[in-house]
Nanobody
């Protein structure tokens, strides 16, 4: 069964940090572009960050300098390190994998999401 599983979400105070993980089973993440997305209540889903199979990365302007995406191919996992968190970062975070190996649609596999809440 091919699936992605996110973990690492939770409740954190403003200014705090979290590291999200996106683990794959049934396929190898090495050959995929992996994107992180988020959706806050009442808002559309937005792209947060992405890493290509070749290791190129990009970030939404709202998270540049605060978030870092990385991949550990040996663990078949992609991470999103989130620092200096703000209340506006509160959302459900999803990871997705693209067979194109790039950071663009279509994304073929999606995880179930992990909740991140930034609040004092």
């Amino acid at each position: 069964q091919l699936q992605l599983v996110e973990s690492g979400g939770g409740l954190v105070q403003p200014g705090g940090s979290l590291r999200l993980s996106c683990a794959a089973s049934g396929f190898t993440l090495d050959y995929y572009g992996i994107g992180w997305f988020r959706q806050a209540p009442g808002k559309e889903r937005e792209g947060v960050s992405c890493i290509t199979a070749g290791g190129s990365t990009n970030y939404a302007d709202s998270v540049k300098g605060r978030f870092t995406i990385s991949r550990n191919n040996a663990k078949n996992t992609v991470y999103l390190q989130m620092n200096s968190l703000k209340p506006e970062d509160t959302a459900v975070y999803y990871c997705a994998a693209a067979q194109t190996r790039l950071c663009r649609n279509p994304y073929d596999y999606w995880g179930q999401g992990t909740q991140v809440t930034v609040s004092s």
